[in-house]
């Protein structure tokens, strides 16, 4: 069980599940809500050897948005780190830049400044995940560890807000909303592997930079076709893993001579999906891949249902979707968030705090 470490600094308040350690600096206040909605988050750790899933809420977001994002580590849990340290941070940074002085309601202006957000935020996401992996990269370049900086995460984070969400993806995690009852996926899982219209789109895409997918991973070395770090594969990490890879057996000289890198075969554009948000929508389950390993969109829309109507919080229903995952044996490790979008729910459903926890 993690407890609540509370402050009273000007820092913004996070809530994460505690797989990694945040600096005494941030604020951790787990089991809270904001003044709209209610949330969880949970964590567990499956058969594999180290944990390296994170799920973190930032609820005071800048222009009224909860700031909601799961993290899904590999090779070291260096990339989830530094992630839920500073991407809300780079985020903050970038739209700040893009907010401006002028005449503007009160719902599109920002409390703390006054300034007027802009109207559409998905050039802003973009931009700030491009920013913090363009850091992400110096930071895992200059630690001087090999094994550091083959370091990677993938993220989904999403912005909500009464009226709207906006979601950006790279790597398989994945974003659902309920709607009527019913599944809505939010999110294009990016891998090379399986079928379908976005499978294929991600092979032709690495393809077309010189890249290869062997054994369903980019480069044979990597499952997922977007993501965060993972120095070896972007810039100048390319010639080195060519090297290493003929060394290590993986690949033949005469391979590695026929192969042209003309940009990162690896890369964080994230897709973004922008959706107005309808009184009826009541939830949103954002979580790794873990989780939807053993459980369809809709399997997890129906036992969130349930779990809500038996009145639950929205924090107790999270432990229990990940515990969920677990009994169904899963292979791979889980972070889940869950948000409640009914209205009302802040003041009429059940809160929990201080109850969040780090499953192993």
């Not at 995940?129 to 370091?151: I, M, P, T, V, Y």
């Amino acid at each position: 069980m993690i407890r609540a470490q509370r402050t009273d600094r000007r820092e913004p308040k996070v809530v994460t599940t505690g797989v990694v350690d945040l600096p005494p600096s941030v604020s951790f206040t787990p089991g809270d809500i904001t003044e709209e909605f209610s949330f969880g988050v949970a964590a567990a750790q499956g058969p594999r050897n180290s944990m390296e899933d994170e799920a973190v809420v930032f609820p005071d977001g800048k222009c009224g948005f909860l700031y909601a994002m799961v993290l899904d580590g590999h090779d070291g849990l260096e990339s989830v780190q530094w992630l839920t340290e500073h991407m809300f941070e780079i985020f903050s940074e970038v739209l700040d830049e893009s907010m401006f002085a002028g005449a503007c309601s009160l719902e599109d202006s920002d409390k703390d400044s006054g300034l007027c957000c802009p109207v559409e935020l998905s050039p802003t996401l973009k931009e700030s995940f491009h920013a913090a992996d363009k850091r992400l990269l110096e930071k895992l370049k200059n630690s001087g560890e090999q094994r550091a900086q083959r370091s990677g995460s993938t993220a989904t984070v999403a912005l909500v807000r009464r009226n709207k969400i906006i979601v950006a993806n790279v790597g398989d995690s994945r974003l659902v909303l309920c709607r009527n009852g019913r599944a809505m996926d939010l999110t294009t899982e990016h891998r090379v592997y399986g079928k379908g219209p976005a499978i294929t789109a991600e092979i032709e895409r690495v393809k077309s930079t010189g890249g290869w997918v062997d054994d369903g991973r980019v480069c044979g070395l990597l499952a997922v076709s977007r993501a965060f770090g993972d120095c070896e594969l972007k810039s100048e990490g390319l010639d080195c893993f060519l090297k290493e890879s003929v060394t290590d057996g993986f690949i033949t000289e005469d391979f590695a001579s026929k192969v042209h890198f003309t940009s990162d075969p690896l890369v964080c554009t994230p897709d973004v999906t922008e959706l107005e948000l309808l009184p009826d929508d009541q939830f949103i389950i954002i979580a790794t891949d873990g989780l939807w390993d053993v459980m369809s969109s809709e399997d997890a829309v129906r036992f969130v249902s349930q779990q809500f109507k038996k009145g639950r919080s929205a924090e107790a229903i999270t432990g229990n979707l990940v515990d969920l995952a677990i009994k169904r044996y899963t292979t791979d490790n889980v972070a889940a968030v869950v948000i409640d979008l009914r209205q009302g729910s802040v003041k009429n459903g059940p809160l929990q705090k201080g109850s969040v926890s780090k499953k192993r």
